[in-house]
């Protein structure tokens, strides 16, 4: 959590206020509703919510809104956009919402139930590879029910439907605006969120100011937030300890986060928040490419990976190593992974290849981005080359790129193997299984696994009771363990670095791991 220093007693302003004979303060300065200026690493790749799945989200929450979301505290989708949501049947198959009054976008045009189904039918539609669609796959489609009620349709029962809908990927947005069977380009947002996008220059800034017109649940502590974008964690921090910026919510390197804990002399005026962390890292392996297509590669490079010593050299403590895509934390965590394949073996992996009949070192490409998940991601890479080579039987090529070339590549199927990370779409075993598996999954490599689609996720989504759905989760982290299609590597702890004056830090970050910016606000001082 974060240091908190006392504020400056309201009565002592007072007094002084009335000596002086006037304010001292605005009243936007007196309750620290100041802007606020925070730093990350992770720039929105789209500003469509159409578009993303798992990127950009930090800005679509605070500029849009989605039906259901999840306020300060809260474990499950809470009302919005949407005065109330339930299922309107007993088998998970029908789902209604009925809107707030008088919602309106931030042009002052209607928010309704119309514009509501424009937003999920645009999603269906242009069906971006990799997008948001993929989250919808139960949906069969959306009705509307005068200006007020929408319907939302199901093929088949599905009680993570609130879930998804809470997703920042089902942003509202204006049909005036969004074209129905095309992206928006022209890099403006018109939302209903509490912020308003006043400006934004990609790889710089976003300028985000209050919308006058916001209705919802979001309790604004701040006037604005400028969004200051790095591309490298040590400019990042730098701006930190020199005061340029306010807050640090994604790009943290491990050796950044030990020096904040250790309170350095030159640090005093930091703080910082840890809190749990669903986020996860793996390698995918690309089933078209000749080495990583081969079940044998797969299960060797699962052989030899050390994640202790993984975690240990380059994350220094602010990870654990992962050995199931569902993390700790989540209902039906498991350590399928360990159990499978125990400590490192390197033996044990040569006689895999080797009854395989494959010849050795075994040359394999692995690719990483370079911007989106911190600057430790080429180290970690790096210490992947290491473990692998020194085996004896893997002959490894880094090759890295920013973001949007990376996701271009990874998505037309260009990689043998590439690095990812997870930030959970909500907190559910579901969401650490469903999205990469199937035709069209979150990682745009097909991934066929009958099983798992046609057998147990619909069994476990006939269930409204979250926490009786293990059995499915840990038949399917199996079948991940058979097929190493998906190789976990380890689980991540989120930290929101700040100065000293910002509070509100310990209740920024939601279930979903999305930042809420509205949650930071300056401390009140003379």
């Known amino acids: 959590m974060f240091n908190r220093t006392s504020r400056r007693a309201t009565a002592a302003l007072a007094s002084i206020s009335l000596l002086s004979g006037c304010s001292l303060f605005s009243d936007d300065e007196a309750s620290g509703a100041q802007k606020i200026t925070v730093g990350t690493t992770s720039e929105p790749p789209t500003l469509d919510p159409a578009a993303s799945w798992d990127n950009g989200w930090e800005m679509f929450r605070n500029v849009f809104q989605t039906l259901v979301a999840f306020p300060t505290g809260s474990s499950?989708?809470?009302?919005?956009?949407?005065?109330?949501?339930?299922?309107?049947?007993?088998?998970?198959?029908?789902?209604?919402?009925?809107?707030?009054?008088?919602?309106?976008?931030?042009?002052?045009?209607?928010?309704?139930?119309?514009?509501?189904?424009?937003?999920?039918?645009?999603?269906?539609?242009?069906?971006?590879?990799?997008?948001?669609?993929?989250?919808?796959?139960?949906?069969?489609?959306?009705?509307?029910?005068?200006?007020?009620?929408?319907?939302?349709?199901?093929?088949?029962?599905?009680?993570?439907?609130?879930?998804?809908?809470?997703?920042?990927?089902?942003?509202?947005?204006?049909?005036?605006?969004?074209?129905?069977?095309?992206?928006?380009?022209?890099g403006k947002v018109n939302g209903s969120g509490p912020y308003t996008l006043a400006s934004y220059t990609p790889g710089d800034s976003a300028e985000l100011v209050r919308n006058e017109l916001y209705e919802g649940f979001a309790d604004r502590r701040n006037k604005g937030v400028t969004i200051q974008y790095f591309k490298e964690s040590g400019p990042l921090f730098a701006a930190l300890k020199s005061k340029e910026i306010d807050a640090i919510y994604r790009g943290l390197t491990?050796?950044?986060?030990?020096?904040?804990?250790?309170?350095?002399?030159?640090?005093?005026?930091?703080?910082?928040?840890?809190?749990?962390?669903?986020?996860?890292?793996?390698?995918?392996?690309?089933?078209?490419?000749?080495?990583?297509?081969?079940?044998?590669?797969?299960?060797?490079?699962?052989?030899?990976?050390?994640?202790?010593?993984?975690?240990?050299?380059?994350y220094q403590g602010t990870a654990e190593p992962l050995y199931s895509m569902v993390p700790k934390g989540i209902a039906g965590h498991a350590t399928s992974f360990f159990d499978q394949y125990g400590d490192p073996d390197v033996d044990r992996a040569r006689t895999i290849l080797e009854e395989d009949g494959v010849e050795t070192p075994v040359p394999l490409t692995f690719w990483y981005t370079t911007d989106r998940y911190g600057s430790g991601t080429a180290a970690e890479f790096g210490e992947l080359k290491r473990q692998l080579e020194a085996s004896g039987l893997f002959d490894i090529t880094l090759r890295a790129k920013p973001w949007k070339q990376f996701q271009a590549g990874y998505q037309k199927g260009d990689y043998p193997v590439f690095g990812r990370g997870w930030f959970p779409d909500f907190p559910d075993p579901d969401n650490f299984i469903a999205p990469f598996v199937g035709k069209h999954n979150a990682l745009s490599t097909p991934y066929d696994s009958p099983e798992i689609t046609g057998t147990l996720l619909p069994e476990s989504r006939r269930v409204s009771d979250r926490a009786a759905v293990s059995r499915q989760f840990v038949r399917a982290q199996e079948i991940f363990v058979d097929d190493v299609r998906l190789l976990p590597l380890w689980q991540g702890k989120l930290y929101v670095a700040s100065t000293d004056d910002i509070a509100g830090g310990e209740r920024a970050l939601d279930p979903q791991t999305v930042m809420q910016m509205w949650e930071l606000y300056r401390k009140a001082s003379w």
Do not use: W
């Open 76 to 186: 499950y989708p809470q009302p919005d956009a949407a005065r109330q949501c339930d299922f309107a049947d007993e088998s998970n198959q029908v789902f209604e919402c009925v809107l707030r009054e008088k919602l309106k976008f931030s042009d002052g045009t209607n928010l309704d139930a119309a514009a509501v189904k424009h937003s999920f039918d645009r999603i269906l539609k242009i069906n971006v590879q990799g997008g948001p669609a993929g989250l919808l796959e139960s949906l069969a489609k959306v009705e509307t029910r005068g200006d007020n009620t929408v319907v939302f349709r199901l093929k088949k029962p599905d009680a993570t439907f609130p879930f998804i809908l809470a997703t920042p990927a089902m942003s509202i947005v204006n049909p005036a605006e969004y074209p129905l069977d095309k992206l928006r380009q022209d």
């Open 254 to 314: 491990s050796e950044q986060v030990v020096e904040l804990e250790e309170k350095k002399p030159q640090n005093e005026h930091l703080q910082l928040v840890e809190t749990v962390g669903a986020d996860i890292r793996y390698l995918v392996f690309n089933p078209a490419d000749p080495a990583a297509g081969r079940l044998s590669v797969r299960q060797a490079v699962a052989q030899v990976v050390d994640r202790d010593e993984l975690v240990a050299k380059v």
